[in-house]
């Protein structure tokens, strides 16, 4: 059974950081691709930054390049989302995403609330 395990979550002041992690177990990370989604309050979850399988190239949305980076450790069957410089617009459950085809997992969430 593949399990997704998300961790890394809080509240942070506008212009911090934080690091996301989502460990998988049940399948190798390698073979997905895997990715980091969110959803705030009302609106729909949207893509915030993907690792095509068996590549190292992180794609991101307009709304985070250049402040989160994604990376994956394929020997901690683990991905990363560094977020730096945050927004309270970055607040929003963030859902880390496996698919393969026409498979998807997805973790629990982790909420990440920026505010002053």
């Known amino acids: 059974q593949v399990q997704l395990i998300e961790s890394g979550g809080g509240l942070v002041h506008p212009g911090g950081s934080l690091n996301l992690s989502c460990v998988a177990s049940?399948?190798?990370?390698?073979?997905?691709?895997m990715g980091w989604f969110r959803q705030a309050p009302g609106k729909q979850r949207e893509l915030v930054a993907r690792?095509?399988?068996?590549?190292?190239?992180?794609n991101y949305s307009d709304s985070v390049r250049g402040r989160f980076t994604m990376t994956r450790d394929v020997a901690k069957n683990t991905v990363y989302l560094q977020m730096n410089n945050l927004e309270t617009e970055d607040t929003a459950i963030y859902y880390c995403?496996?698919?393969?085809?026409?498979?998807?997992?997805w973790g629990q969430g982790a909420q990440i609330t920026v505010s002053t």
């Open positions: 995403n496996a698919n393969l085809l026409s498979t998807e997992q």
């Open positions: 049940g399948t190798l990370i390698y073979i997905w691709d």
């Open positions: 690792i095509v399988r068996k590549t190292d190239d992180a």
